[in-house]
């Protein structure tokens, strides 16, 4: 229920821009870690997921910013990839 409720207020934050489908995750100090994991397995269960989430590539190291410009076509293929239950 508190996924949900998350989602909802995220999906507030898109109505009154329809073509903003991205939602950069920035928690500096990590407080909000431990629902990031549920956020995105919850966002993958959601047909058609209603955003992207973004956040921080450790093993890449790179940001929300950079990760944004990567292709739409990349986000679809991840998106598809997450659903069948593979890798990110």
């Not at 995750?25 to 997921?49: C, I, N, Q, S």
């Not at 921080?56 to 739409?72: C, F, K, N, V």
């Amino acid at each position: 229920m508190l996924l949900e409720a998350l989602v909802d207020q995220f999906n507030q934050r898109f109505v009154h821009e329809k073509r903003a489908s991205v939602c950069l995750w920035f928690d500096e100090h990590r407080e909000l870690g431990r629902v990031l994991p549920h956020l995105r397995e919850h966002l993958v269960l959601l047909e058609p997921a209603p955003f992207v989430l973004l956040e921080y590539d450790a093993a890449a190291l790179h940001g929300q910013i950079w990760r944004r410009a990567e292709s739409p076509a990349h986000w679809r293929r991840r998106a598809a990839t997450r659903r069948r239950g593979g890798a990110s």
